[in-house]
């Protein structure tokens, strides 16, 4: 069992800064592989970053690589996604999401905890 408490969210403008947040809780959670995922209104979830149980391992979309990072401190039992050089089509209900295996995967019905997303809105 692993329970997922994001934070992190809120407005700024094109060219801005956002940092999330997921604190993880859990027996499991050292041992699972971790993800974000977005979905923007009308539109699918996608895959944004992942990241393996050790954090020596990460995978971004097209439209993250050079822009977002994806990390985690599993002392602290948090991950983490600086996101940098915002765009509008950034804007999305941001998700982090923990699988039970340690393989990054980018498949949303392949993760099994899901927090409760929070909204990142980036103004032109």
């Known amino acids: 069992q692993v329970w997922l408490v994001e934070s992190g969210g809120g407005l700024v403008q094109a060219g801005g800064s956002l940092r999330l947040s997921c604190a993880a809780s859990?027996?499991?959670?050292?041992?699972?592989?971790m993800g974000w995922f977005r979905q923007g209104p009308g539109k699918e979830r996608e895959f944004v970053a992942g990241?393996?149980?050790?954090?020596?391992?990460?995978n971004y979309a097209d439209s993250a690589k050079g822009r977002f990072t994806i990390s985690r401190v599993n002392a602290k039992n948090t991950m983490y996604l600086q996101m940098n050089s915002l765009k509008p089509e950034d804007t999305a209900v941001y998700y982090c999401?923990?699988?039970?295996?340690?393989?990054?995967?980018?498949?949303?019905?392949?993760?099994?905890?899901w927090g409760q997303g929070t909204q990142v809105t980036v103004s032109s």
């Open positions: 990241i393996s149980r050790s954090g020596g391992m990460t």
């Open positions: 999401a923990a699988s039970k295996v340690p393989l990054i995967t980018t498949i949303p019905s392949r993760f099994d905890y």
């Open positions: 859990g027996r499991t959670f050292s041992s699972s592989a």
